[in-house]
T-cell receptor, first 116, second 114 residues
Framework: DQQVKQNSPSLSVQEGRISILNCDYT??????FLWYKKYPAEGPTFLIS?????DKNEDGRFTVFLNKSAKHLSLHIVPSQPGDSAVYFC???????????????FGQGTILTVHP | NAGVMQNPRHLVRRRGQEARLRCSPM?????VYWYRQLPEEGLKFMVY????????ESGMPKERFSAEFPKEGPSILRIQQVVRGDSAAYFC????????????FGAGSRLTVL
C-alpha cells in the first residue's frame, strides 16, 4: 500500500529553468509534508516542509505547493542549478501527539538531473 | 555540533550471520528513528526509540530484528540470521527538543548479505 507516490522516476531540466517535482498521497490523516534531497552515499537532507494549514511555503529558490483536495504536492525549484542534481523524496506524516512527526512515509523518489 | 553518526558505513555478512548497526544521534537529541531503504524504493520507517524505551516498532519485521537505545551509548539495530533480502541501506535519524519537526539523517549503513 503505497500511501505516498512519486510517479516520475526521473526528471531532466536545463540549468536556469524551473524544475517541478510532483507527489501524491492517499492518507487523508497526513497533515505535515516534507521534501528531502539525497546525494549518493549520503543520508537524506531536509529541504523544505509545509503544514496542511498552508497551501504554499517558500524558501529561496524552493517553493512547495499543497493541494489538499487533490492530495497532491509539488516542489518547484527556480532557477535550477547543476548542484540541484540529486534524488528528491517527498515525505508525509500524521500528527499523533508528542514527536510523532518523525514517523515519515516516503515516496519512491525522483532523480533530478540539471544539465549545464 | 556533529551530525548523526552511523557505523559501520558498509557491512558485509553471509547468510545466517548477525549484523549490528550503530547510531549516535546529534548532541542533545534523545529521539532516534531507524529507516530502511531497499533498492529502487523510498525509505521505510522501522522503529522509533527514546532513551531506554521503544516507542513505536510498527515497522520492524516481527522476527530477527531488534533495536535498542540504552541510557549510555549509541542506538543499535540488530539483525539476527541475516538473509539476502536484508541487503539494504539502513538510515538512522534523530530529533531533539526545540527544533523544527524535521529529522536529521545519518549517512546510512549499507548492509550486503552474500
Amino acid at each position: 500500500d503505497q500511501q505516498v507516490k512519486q510517479n516520475s522516476p526521473s526528471l531532466s531540466v536545463q540549468e536556469g529553468r524551473i524544475s517541478i517535482l510532483n507527489c501524491d498521497y492517499t492518507n487523508s490523516m497526513f497533515d505535515y509534508f516534507l521534501w528531502y534531497k539525497k546525494y549518493p552515499a549520503e543520508g537524506p537532507t531536509f529541504l523544505i516542509s509545509i503544514s496542511s494549514i498552508k497551501d504554499k511555503n517558500e524558501d529561496g529558490r524552493f517553493t512547495v505547493f499543497l493541494n489538499k483536495s487533490a492530495k497532491h504536492l509539488s516542489l518547484h525549484i527556480v532557477p535550477s542549478q547543476p548542484g540541484d542534481s540529486a534524488v528528491y523524496f517527498c515525505a508525509a506524516s500524521a500528527y499523533a501527539g508528542g514527536t510523532s512527526y518523525g514517523k515519515l512515509t516516503f515516496g519512491q523518489g525522483t532523480i533530478l538531473t540539471v544539465h549545464p | 555540533n556533529a551530525g548523526v553518526m552511523q557505523n559501520p558505513r558498509h557491512l558485509v555478512r553471509r547468510r545466517g550471520q548477525e549484523a549490528r548497526l550503530r547510531c549516535s544521534p546529534m548532541k542533545g537529541h534523545s529521539h532516534v528513528y531507524w529507516y530502511r531503504q531497499l533498492p529502487e524504493e523510498g525509505l521505510k520507517f522501522m522503529v522509533y526509540l527514546q532513551k531506554e524505551n521503544i516507542i513505536d516498532e510498527s515497522g520492524m519485521p516481527k522476527e530477527r530484528f531488534s533495536a535498542e537505545f540504552p541510557k549510555e551509548g549509541p542506538s543499535i539495530l540488530r539483525i539476527q540470521q541475516v538473509v539476502r533480502g536484508d541487503s539494504a541501506a539502513y538510515f538512522c535519524a534523530s530529533y531533539g527538543p526545540g527544533g523544527a519537526n524535521v529529522l536529521t539523517f545519518g549517512a546510512g549503513s549499507r548492509l550486503t548479505v552474500l
